[in-house]
């Protein structure tokens, strides 16, 4: 079929798949470009999460976040280099469907002569290497403010390896996903839905703060909070444009595309509050920009502007009434809506591909335009294959590792009286503020 065809040409492109026809010369251009574009998605990290996750939290635990970021910013970086990227781009042979080798662990191999395609293999190390880091960082929104340090760090380290490498390697190291033709431009389905699916697990297996949900707890430093946004926002573009790897049309398009989604998101949110509780807030227009930022980050290679708009403004839509529903429906202390934004919103993103996905990126440009209605349910139905595999998995593993990591730590989370003296002076000794 024309449209399995057309999965299976831009995964190749995509900085999902690290096989290519034949390496060429050194691009200088390309080169240049992805050296921005990995220092962009380690901002987006250190300090766009850890300023955006620390405002959102109450004073006494803003320290413990930071440290949460900048722990798991290092611990992943030295497993990286121990075996993880071998692990996910490493010809696994008989085993190539599910997980890779280790034949390039230590970056053995790897020299600055080394190519992946028309740039440095070494460079596209450390540019896979700064997705490892963000994905189980988001994931620290979830427990957030209860959960011991240890118990965070053993968890998030075995997490990455456990339940990133696999699914990384399905769908972006020639894994079975990819080999089915699954479309995932930049990680809505190794990013956002692992880290929002594993966010549900862990909130449902520690249990809910102290006093929720009958206490209110507002965030203590909104204006921490949008300015970690702003780096959030600026540093996608690192995160969507670098997987073309490639500074060409393909990368222009995806940073196009990705700042509309989240601008619509962020002003379908405010509309959705705004109507609902009478007031729009900066906490609901910041979130709904994240929110459209998730939601894009699949389908940014592959998309045209005005089916980024829509994309964005269904991510505004669903994940605000998905947040209302988690917290007060369900009364899942899920505390920073890790799972409403980031998982339902790469769930979203990664479904509508099969609906707007094209090779022919105009202004309003998609299958769903095209009339190719047997291309659209073929493309779809690969689509949500990935989506549902990917929960499972997820869900499954999450839940073994939390279990694990709490034998190995006797309990995940700290005491009562730890908690409501706060993480910061318990488990650091600190306070982020000393005025």
């Keep these: 079929m024309y449209f399995r065809k057309l999965a299976v040409g831009l995964s190749a492109v995509a900085c999902a798949s690290p096989v290519f026809a034949a390496d060429a010369a050194l691009s200088s251009g390309n080169t240049a470009w992805i050296l921005t574009a990995t220092a962009l998605v380690?901002?987006?990290?250190?300090?766009?999460?850890?300023?955006?996750?620390?405002?959102?939290v109450r004073t006494k635990n803003v320290l413990s976040v930071l440290m949460a970021c900048f722990a798991i910013a290092g611990g992943v970086s030295i497993l990286w280099l121990f075996g993880l990227y071998s692990l996910t781009f490493g010809d696994g042979g008989s085993l190539q469907p599910v997980i890779g080798d280790l034949s390039k662990a230590f970056f053995q191999g790897i020299s600055t002569d080394s190519m992946q395609g028309d740039i440095p293999e070494i460079l596209f190390v450390a540019f896979q290497m700064t997705f490892a880091i963000i994905t189980p960082a988001l994931i620290i929104g979830a427990f957030a403010e209860r959960m011991k340090f240890s118990a965070m760090?053993?968890?998030?380290?075995?997490?990455?390896?456990?339940?990133?490498?696999?699914?990384?390697?399905?769908?972006?190291?020639?894994?079975?996903?990819?080999?089915?033709?699954?479309?995932?431009?930049?990680?809505?389905?190794?990013?956002?839905?692992?880290?929002?699916?594993?966010?549900?697990?862990?909130?449902?297996?520690?249990?809910?703060?102290?006093?929720?949900?009958?206490?209110?707890?507002?965030?203590?430093?909104?204006?921490?909070?949008?300015?970690?946004?702003?780096?959030?926002?600026?540093?996608?573009?690192?995160?969507?444009?670098g997987s073309a790897l490639a500074?060409?049309?393909?990368?222009?398009?995806?940073?196009?595309?990705?700042h509309i989604s989240a601008s619509a998101g962020a002003l379908m949110w405010m509309a959705c509050e705004w109507k609902r509780f009478?007031?729009?807030?900066?906490?609901?227009?910041?979130?709904?920009?994240?929110?459209?930022?998730?939601?894009?980050?699949?389908?940014?290679?592959?998309?045209?502007?005005?089916?980024?708009?829509?994309?964005?403004?269904?991510?505004?839509?669903?994940?605000?009434?998905?947040?209302?529903?988690?917290?007060?429906?369900?009364?899942?202390?899920?505390?920073?809506?890790?799972?409403?934004v980031h998982g339902i919103g790469g769930i979203l993103g990664t479904l509508l591909v099969g609906v707007l996905a094209s090779p022919?990126?105009?202004?309003?440009?998609?299958?769903?335009?095209?009339?190719?209605?047997?291309?659209?349910?073929?493309?779809?139905?690969?689509?949500?294959?990935?989506?549902?595999?990917?929960?499972?998995?997820?869900?499954?593993?999450?839940?073994?590792?939390?279990?694990?990591?709490?034998?190995?730590?006797?309990?995940?989370?700290?005491?009562?009286?730890?908690?409501?003296?706060?993480?910061?002076?318990?488990?650091?000794?600190?306070?982020g503020y000393d005025l």
Aim: net charge neutral.
């Design 42 to 56: 380690l901002f987006m990290t250190l300090p766009g999460l850890a300023l955006f996750y620390g405002g959102l």
């Design 278 to 340: 009478g007031k729009p807030s900066m906490l609901g227009i910041v979130t709904g920009m994240v929110a459209g930022l998730g939601t894009i980050t699949p389908a940014s290679g592959n998309v045209g502007p005005m089916g980024a708009l829509l994309i964005g403004l269904l991510a505004g839509l669903v994940c605000f009434n998905m947040t209302q529903i988690v917290k007060r429906r369900w009364e899942i202390d899920d505390s920073l809506d890790v799972f409403p």
């Design 153 to 241: 760090l053993i968890f998030s380290m075995l997490w990455t390896a456990a339940v990133y490498v696999p699914v990384a390697h399905w769908v972006w190291g020639g894994g079975f996903l990819s080999q089915l033709g699954v479309i995932d431009f930049a990680g809505g389905i190794t990013v956002h839905i692992t880290a929002g699916v594993a966010a549900l697990v862990a909130a449902l297996v520690i249990g809910p703060r102290n006093g929720f949900p009958k206490h209110a707890m507002p965030p203590h430093n909104l204006t921490m909070s949008v300015t970690g946004a702003g780096m959030l926002w600026v540093g996608w573009f690192g995160f969507n444009a």
């Design 247 to 258: 500074a060409n049309g393909s990368a222009g398009m995806a940073l196009l595309v990705t």
């Design 360 to 431: 022919n990126l105009g202004i309003f440009s998609g299958q769903g335009f095209s009339g190719a209605n047997d291309s659209i349910a073929s493309q779809f139905g690969v689509q949500a294959l990935g989506v549902g595999v990917t929960i499972i998995y997820t869900a499954v593993v999450t839940w073994g590792l939390l279990k694990l990591t709490g034998l190995i730590t006797r309990g995940l989370r700290v005491s009562s009286e730890q908690e409501r003296t706060g993480l910061d002076l318990a488990l650091h000794d600190e306070r």
